[in-house]
């Protein structure tokens, strides 16, 4: 069964520091997304991105965080300076068409950053 | 304004009782989604079911099974005879069907089997 993948699944960086987070989506997915999971917390929306755009995006996702597909298979959260607080879990999800509750978003397994 | 709320933070059953996990939702929408997730220990989000808000029946698969009540604005889930492998956060979450793709998560219910 086709299934969302997501590296590293822990990545630890210092506060400052860039971080790119890595997807593979469903490889007929046309919608991606991005959550997040403070630990503990209810899961928070980040973004989605369709036909190489931001198509939605959370007051969270500000200016320190970027979205991009590099190639035909990857999505990758990019953040340019980690604070403390984005330590979390961080979600990749995709979805065949666009969600609007209509087509379920499968997500991946997570990546849990951790920033010192 | 959109909201899910799961009241329930932590639920403890012995195996093969019967437990129900409540939801409760706000949205202005006339249409809408409402889904169920299962986090189990492992950390990843495992998608359960997903109801439309024009569809009241009850849904029933295996041992899991969903109430939809949109006079109380609720999506509750029951568990029948529940099992060890259940133990998982189980969150509700919400889509407005129009102007937003994004999922609105409820804080989650932890669900603890013991044997």
């Known amino acids: 069964e086709p299934e969302v993948t997501q590296t590293p699944s822990h990545q630890v960086t210092q506060m400052g520091q860039e971080v790119i987070l890595r997807c593979v989506p469903i490889s007929n997915h046309l919608y991606f997304y991005w959550y997040r999971q403070i630990l503990g917390q209810k899961v928070e929306f980040l973004v989605s991105f369709y036909n190489n755009e931001i198509s939605e995006k959370s007051e969270i996702f500000d200016d320190q965080f970027s979205v991009e597909r590099p190639d035909g298979s990857n999505f990758t959260l990019k953040i340019r300076s980690t604070k403390l607080e984005d330590s979390a879990m961080y979600f990749c999800?995709?979805?065949?068409?666009?969600?609007?509750?209509?087509?379920?978003?499968?997500f991946g397994p997570g990546t849990r950053l951790t920033v010192t | 304004a959109q909201k899910v709320t799961q009241a329930q933070t932590e639920i403890s059953v012995v195996e093969k009782e019967d437990v129900t996990l409540d939801c409760v939702y706000e949205t202005r929408d006339t249409t809408y989604y409402l889904f169920w997730y299962k986090q189990p220990p492992s950390g990843e989000l495992v998608f359960l079911i997903r109801r439309n808000s024009f569809d009241e029946q009850n849904e029933i698969s295996g041992r899991y099974s969903w109430n939809f009540q949109k006079s109380t604005s609720s999506f509750n889930f029951t568990i029948t005879a529940s099992q060890v492998v259940d133990s998982a956060v189980y969150f509700c979450a919400l889509s407005e069907a129009f102007n937003t793709d994004k999922l609105i998560f409820g804080t989650g219910t932890r669900l603890q089997v013991f044997p």
């Open positions: 999800a995709s979805s065949v068409g666009v969600s609007r509750g209509f087509y379920e978003q499968y």
